[in-house]
Structure formats: structure tokens, C-alpha cells
């Protein structure tokens, strides 16, 4: 999923769950921490921000939420979710 956004920050939400993977996040090409969809339950609307980006360009940014294809040893799968995006 690619997201062109004009903001300070942008907070992705997810859901957690049994069968869910790992995804990488860009911002602006930049390779963020990749976050790990696992978790034995369902967690719906899990969120994680992303402050204080660069705004030397008029605050014009791109996020790139990916499928690694990878996952946490106890999924049982590599799906994966964009839920929304919040831009701040």
C-alpha cells in the first residue's frame, strides 16, 4: 500500500492475529521498523506513529506498507493489514 500525505506525522493502524505477518513500512524511502502483525489473540485497531518527519519539502510525504512475506515463527500465516491511516 502506498499513501501520499502533507502532515507532521501519521499513525498507521492494524489488527494483530494468529495468522499474520510481518510488514515493512517506508516513509519517504526510508526503511522504518518493521512490525510484527503476530499475536495468539485478536487485537483490532493496534497503532503505531511515526513523528516528527521532515517538512522541508512542504511537509509532503509517502508511506509504503509491505508484505515481507516473512513471519513470527507461532503464525500461522503472513497476512497482513492496513486498517486506516490518521495523518496528524
Do not use: E, W
Not at 510488514?23 to 511515526?50: A, E, F, K, M, W
Request: proline share 2%; glycine share 10%.
Amino acid at each position: 500500500m502506498r499513501f501520499t500525505f502533507i502532515g507532521n506525522s501519521i499513525k498507521y493502524c492494524y489488527s494483530k492475529a494468529y495468522n499474520r505477518g510481518i510488514v515493512g513500512v517506508t516513509i519517504d524511502g526510508v526503511t522504518q521498523s518493521d512490525l510484527d502483525l503476530y499475536n495468539p489473540s485478536v487485537q483490532r485497531h493496534v497503532c503505531t506513529t511515526y513523528n516528527n518527519l521532515d517538512n522541508s519539502n512542504g511537509g509532503i510525504h509517502i508511506i509504503n506498507v509491505m508484505n515481507t512475506g516473512y513471519k513470527n515463527p507461532n503464525s500461522s500465516g503472513t497476512f497482513t493489514s492496513v486498517d486506516n491511516l490518521v495523518v496528524q
